[in-house]
């Protein structure tokens, strides 16, 4: 190979973009990320983390439409209060037959005093004002407003581990990355 093209090969695999995706930080968000995923019948949960933003994406299936945003939660991590352990150890509530013989994981959250998350849902789940327009477009209107709690749940499961693992790489992940020493 002639130096010169493995040079610039070089150098297109090596820049910061690629860095980037390629760091520890960005290798741990991906495991929250997997671990907050939920695909159960006709509902799917995502998580995506930039920094120390994290959204939560619900999806449905309403009628002919796969997969309509249900809602999504918008925050910054630093103000997010992860769920203490309950009398049973866990983090969250665990439902044992949520649907069948499938259990259910619900993971609380709340947000420090003075902090909220940006709640973008469908109008067709009927929110009371105030809200303000959300420029979505899709199969149904969308709108925005504060909130300062919210629940996240992943069904289907066979056991609380994936719901519990979530909340702990998450914690982890905000602990390294959201909190600059000082």
């Known amino acids: 190979m002639h130096p010169v093209k493995f040079l610039t090969s070089l150098v297109l695999i090596l820049t ?11 290798d741990l968000a991906a495991q929250v990320e997997a671990a907050g995923f939920n695909d159960f019948e006709d509902r799917r949960h995502e998580i995506r983390i930039d ?9 449905e299936d309403w009628d002919e439409h796969p997969k309509v945003l249900w809602s999504s939660f918008e925050l910054n991590l630093k103000d997010l209060i992860l769920p203490d352990r309950q009398k049973d150890g866990l983090r969250v509530f665990w439902l044992p037959k949520f649907k069948g013989d499938r259990g259910a994981a619900m993971l609380t959250f ?4 003075g902090a909220t998350a940006r709640h973008e849902m469908a109008m067709r789940r ?23 709690s919210f629940f996240i749940l992943h069904a289907g499961l066979e056991g609380p581990d994936q719901g519990e693992l979530f909340i702990n ?9 959201c909190y600059p020493l000082g």
């Open 51 to 59: 920094h120390c933003t994290m959204t939560t994406f619900v999806y």
């Open 126 to 148: 009927n929110p009371k004002p105030p809200f303000e327009p959300s420029p979505r477009e899709g199969v149904d209107g969308y709108v925005y407003k504060e909130s300062k």
């Open 16 to 26: 910061p973009q690629t860095l980037a995706a390629a760091s520890p930080q960005r």
């Open 110 to 113: 709340e947000m420090v005093k």
């Open 169 to 177: 790489l998450l914690e982890q992940y905000r602990l390294e990355y």
